[in-house]
T-cell receptor
Framework: GNSVTQMEGPVTLSEEAFLTINCTYTATGYPSLFWYVQYPGEGLQLLLKATKADDKGSNKGFEATYRKETTSFHLEKGSVQVSDSAVYFC????????????FGKGTTLSVSS | EPEVTQTPSHQVTQMGQEVILRCVPISNHLYFYWYRQILGQKVEFLVSFYNNEISEKSEIFDDQFSVERPDGSNFTLKIRSTKLEDSAMYFCASNSDRSRNQPQHFGDGTRLSIL
């Protein structure tokens, strides 16, 4: 079945450091891929998405590229801020699996000044 | 920007009691979902709903769960006889289109605590 694997956290960085959160997936067909962010005490917010191979999603300085050959969708940001501290979830929505989102376990990012 | 709203934000209930979690999806959306997140674990799909019927459900969504759209705006999740393991954050989501590239918009969640 479809699944998403994220790197284990927590990830602790200093402000302005480079961020990578790894995400790989298993899916039949060609899924759409998403990154959601959950700030403390809040719900899930869509951060970015990519719907086909080689698409790059970007938002708020974050980027992720849909890599079909490596079945990956790694999240990157060149310079993190304290306000980026949150839990980040990689998710997929497969063409054969109906409309449900399948989430990874989430990666907690903590940025200090 | 339109939002998905959920009430209450926190619900505390005795084991064995019925609980109803409420959601108001974005007004022009047609597809509705419930997910749950047990503390420290990943977000899990429960059920999706379209055209006044369940379109998909997971193994978690057993006979103690039900969903309803009682009017034109609310979408509810009922747990008939709560168990300790039902304690979790429950998220409602909606989207306007079934196509796979339409993102689901989530509410802030209801934290359900079963005592």
């Amino acid at each position: 079945g479809n699944s998403v694997t994220q790197m284990e956290g927590p990830v602790t960085l200093s402000e302005e450091a480079f961020l990578t959160i790894n995400c790989t997936y298993t899916a039949t067909g060609y899924p759409s891929l998403f990154w959601y962010v959950q700030y403390p005490g809040e719900g899930l917010q869509l951060l970015l998405k990519a719907t086909k191979a080689d698409d790059k999603g970007s938002n708020k300085g974050f980027e992720a590229t849909y890599r079909k050959e490596t079945t990956s969708f790694h999240l990157e940001k060149g310079s993190v801020q304290v306000s980026d501290s949150a839990v980040y979830f990689c998710a997929l929505r497969g063409p054969q699996a109906g409309t449900a989102l399948i989430f990874g376990k989430g990666t907690t990012l903590s940025v200090s000044s | 920007e339109p939002e998905v709203t959920q009430t209450p934000s926190h619900q505390v209930t005795q084991m064995g009691q019925e609980v109803i979690l409420r959601c108001v999806p974005i007004s022009n959306h047609l597809y509705f979902y419930w997910y749950r997140q047990i503390l420290g674990q990943k977000v899990e799909f429960l059920v999706s709903f379209y055209n006044n019927e369940i379109s998909e459900k997971s193994e978690i969504f057993d006979d103690q769960f039900s969903v309803e759209r009682p009017d034109g705006s609310n979408f509810t999740l009922k747990i008939r006889s709560t168990k300790l393991e039902d304690s979790a954050m429950y998220f409602c989501a909606s989207n306007s289109d079934r196509s796979r590239n339409q993102p689901q918009h989530f509410g802030d969640g209801t934290r359900l605590s079963i005592l």
